[in-house]
């Protein structure tokens, strides 16, 4: 297996536009629509830090990089409408899990693969699970243009997701962690797989800058997730554990199928002077970690987490699930521990909130810096490129 680290170290400045001259298809026909996501966003960012390197497509839900080009289709955001509809909802469910994915794969499928049918690219790179990689597979076998899949749903539900995407044998496979390469090599050892971390804008997600008045008695402690009972994102944890402590309040940025759910809930618990839910876009994101004084998110099987190496960048300290992914990225910039005992989550939130870990937390979100990852992926989109032409 063809396995690669990426590891921290210095690289030269991002340089003139195009410095190569190849084309390079992104593929999310949610981003630009869901602000929310950690996939949609990453698609956004890796556009811009990629741009200086290639010429960038973005096929996207709704205009949000000067990259953008429209995917086509229904974003899962806007599918949600659609499944609202309780017979819709009900038929739906027989066959998945998630109708809303499932509408959006379906119908970005033909603009997408048309798009790059009628103006080829020199490499694709779909964000949108296995939707994406399927239409990228398709025009691959026509036009042979290889691809490059980021498996962001790392070893969730035993790693379930992640065999799926490998039956579609991606040119090169991105993962996270030793641990899931070898995931990787254990399933199929011809797949070539390189470890790269997720990115973080160290010079726009910072302690210093301005903050939103979210009129919440403080201290305050922000959770960003989509708001889904049935995902792997678990945020009744948070609130039950806010719940618990005298004057700690809750902001849970997101949004998604169970926002009703999660608001009555926050509510019933804590009140509306110490719960809210609201949504921004990306780019005020900075600006809602400043606000508050520590970030969590009590996932379980989190793949990697884009929101806690943003968080720790603004000078977050966190306090999530205790398990290898959260120890690598969290490391000493926060508690790790069982947050399915109430109890003991709420204790370490307390205990956090007790001290100041700005510091801390800052310097370990340096090792994330986007200047790092984005070499590492130019470099592996040029191997990729070159492997496939010989």
């Known amino acids: 297996m063809n396995q690669q680290l990426a590891e921290p170290q210095q690289h030269n400045a991002l340089r003139t536009q195009h410095q190569y001259n190849y084309r390079i298809a992104i593929v999310h026909p949610s981003a630009g629509v869901n602000w929310s996501g950690g996939t949609e966003n990453f698609a956004i960012e890796i556009a ?3 741009s200086p390197y290639f010429e960038i497509e973005l096929l996207a839900g709704a205009p949000c990089s000067p990259y953008f080009h429209p995917a086509g289709g229904i974003p899962r955001t806007q599918a949600r409408n659609i499944i609202s509809n309780p017979v819709v909802n009900r038929l739906l469910k027989k066959f998945s899990t998630h109708p809303d994915i499932v509408i959006e794969h379906g119908t970005n ?45 790392g070893l969730a539900g035993g790693g379930k997701s992640l065999v799926r995407s490998m039956r579609f044998r991606p040119d090169n496979l991105v993962v996270f962690s030793k641990t899931m390469a070898e995931f990787v090599r254990g399933v199929n050892p011809n797949q070539p797989t390189t470890i790269i971390s997720n990115g973080v804008d160290i010079d726009w997600f910072k302690p210093e800058g301005d903050r939103i008045d979210l009129s ?13 009972r049935k ?8 609130i039950r554990a806010i719940a618990r402590l005298r004057e700690a309040s809750l902001l849970i940025c997101g949004d998604g199928i169970d926002r009703p759910y999660f608001q009555a809930l926050g509510e019933e618990l804590l009140g509306s002077d110490r719960f809210a839910i609201k949504t921004f876009p990306f780019n005020q994101m900075p600006e809602v970690y400043r606000c508050a004084d520590i970030f969590t998110l009590p996932s379980i099987d989190e793949p990697f987490g884009q929101a806690y190496i943003q968080a720790m960048a603004c000078g977050l300290p966190v306090v999530t699930t205790d398990d290898e992914i959260r120890r690598d990225i969290v490391g000493d910039a926060g508690i790790l521990c069982d947050v399915t005992q109430i109890d003991i989550y709420a204790d370490a939130i307390a205990k956090v909130l007790k001290s100041n870990w700005q510091v801390r937390a800052r ?17 592996l989109i040029l191997q990729t490129i070159k492997g496939s032409k010989s």
């Open 231 to 238: 995902d792997h994102k678990r945020v009744e944890l948070a």
């Open 48 to 50: 811009h830090r990629l």
């Open 363 to 379: 310097e370990n979100a340096l090792r994330f810096s986007w200047d790092v990852i984005a070499k590492s992926y130019c470099d």
């Open 216 to 228: 919440l008695n403080k201290p305050l402690v922000l959770c960003v997730a989509s708001l889904n």
């Open 109 to 153: 499928f033909l603009p997408c693969a048309t798009r790059l049918l009628r103006k080829p690219a020199d490499l694709i790179f779909p964000l949108n699970d296995y939707g994406g990689l399927a239409m990228a597979s398709l025009v691959r076998k026509i036009l042979g243009t290889p691809i490059i899949f980021k498996a962001h749903t």
